[in-house]
């Protein structure tokens, strides 16, 4: 069977660099899937959750923004920040989101200000949701 060759580089670290059967993000266009043969493409990555298979074992991330591209069964991710759902603490995600929903209420609507705000309440609901998939 087919494999996809799946990195995820931050500009840290390389955070994961496997051999997977298949991989979900979530893209400018909403959620994708990519299976072994996916056709090339080159993509703008949302905050959100990835998760990808490997021998029927799912593996979650809370990802932030970046570009995917997928070539020839090879899927590189380039995002600013990456963690593993066990890697977060749920507490922690918790105070976070109430801490960027009080910053948003206090920012000006259509303002840089308030669309830093809200990438940043984005972010700490992705984190939430992914750390509560460690059971």
């Known amino acids: 069977m087919s494999m996809l060759d799946l990195e995820i580089i931050t500009p840290e670290r390389v955070v994961v660099h496997e051999e997977v059967d298949t991989v979900e993000a979530m893209g400018a266009l909403g959620e994708f899937g990519i299976l072994p043969g996916h056709l090339p493409f080159l ?14 074992q799912t593996s ?16 590189t991710f ?28 206090d920012a000006a609507m259509d303002t840089p200000e308030y669309k830093v705000q809200e990438q940043a309440l984005k972010r700490a609901q992705v984190r939430l949701q992914v750390a509560s998939r460690k059971g």
Not at 43 to 56: D, F, H, S
Not at 60 to 75: C, H, M, P, R
Request: glycine share 10%; charged share 35%; aromatic share 6%.
């Open 78 to 105: 380039l995002v600013s920040a990456a963690e593993f759902a066990e890697d977060i603490g749920v507490e922690r995600a918790r105070i976070a989101v109430e801490e960027a929903e009080a910053s948003l209420k």
């Open 43 to 56: 993509t703008v990555l949302e905050p959100g959750e990835i998760r990808y298979m490997k021998g029927g």
């Open 60 to 75: 979650y991330l809370a990802a932030s923004e970046g570009f995917g591209e997928i070539v020839d069964d090879k899927v």
